[in-house]
């Protein structure tokens, strides 16, 4: 069974449209991660969720809005997407937010915004 | 200034050589620091820990120095299924906050 999984692997929209990128574990791990993997292959978190609690909320546009409706799931949903947007999205899960604990990563969704 | 710098690459080694990569980190507060390993098109998947003594993990070695603020790691005895990007993660104090490099790659050839 997969550790982390996201749906879709591969999202392909027009620009304007609101789009949502679903993550579930099932390690029964206490802390969700959202990362942004641009095209320089820069990793970047952009969210954290500890027992459905935002911990962690980057810089990021409010147009991006987590949502964890238990600690199993955390979902992303992007509103009015840019072309800017077009990365590679990553979720992640890790034990507790201690700070030496593995994070163990999704598969990742494509995003392409034309 | 980035939280963590690495030499993007790529490396381009022959099988059975030996390659060292460093990191540097700016923060002097961050408290734990690891190596990932990215094939392409994949997720990053944890390679090991770096802890304050030196570490080794069969033909890998990572080492820190916190006092330059950097972190290497040593692939011994390359193997072609070593290829990958391999990126250097920090944690900053609380709440758990990684931040990546932006990977440096390695290409080991036959």
């Known amino acids: 069974d997969t550790a982390v999984s996201q749906t879709p692997k591969y999202l392909v929209t027009q620009m304007g449209n609101d789009k949502s990128i679903k993550c579930e574990q099932n390690l029964g791990h206490d802390t969700m991660y959202w990362y942004k993997q641009d095209s320089k292959k820069f990793l970047k978190i952009m969210f954290s969720?500890?027992?459905?609690?935002?911990?962690i909320n980057e810089t990021v546009p409010n147009r991006f809005s987590p949502k964890s409706p238990d600690k199993a799931h955390l979902n992303l949903h992007i509103n009015s997407l840019e072309l800017g947007d077009s990365a590679v999205y990553f979720c992640?899960?890790?034990?507790?937010?201690?700070?030496?604990?593995?994070?163990?990563f999704g598969p990742g969704t494509r995003l392409t915004v034309l | 200034r980035k939280e963590v710098e690495q030499d993007p690459g790529p490396f381009n080694v022959p099988e059975g050589a030996t390659v060292a990569f460093n990191c540097t980190y700016s923060n002097s507060a961050s408290q734990s620091f690891f190596w990932y390993r990215q094939d392409c098109r994949k997720e990053p998947k944890l390679l090991m820990s770096?802890?304050?003594s030196g570490n080794e993990d069969g033909r890998f070695t990572a080492q820190l120095n916190r006092a330059s603020q950097y972190i290497s790691l040593l692939i011994r005895d390359s193997k072609l299924s070593d290829s990958a990007t391999y990126l250097c993660?920090?944690?900053?104090?609380?709440?758990?906050?990684?931040?990546f490099g932006s990977g440096t790659k390695l290409n080991v050839k036959p």
């Open positions: 969720y500890n027992n459905k609690e935002l911990i």
């Open positions: 993660v920090v944690n900053i104090g609380n709440f758990n906050k990684f931040y």
């Open positions: 992640a899960s890790s034990q507790d937010p201690s700070s030496s604990d593995t994070q163990y």
């Open positions: 770096v802890y304050s």
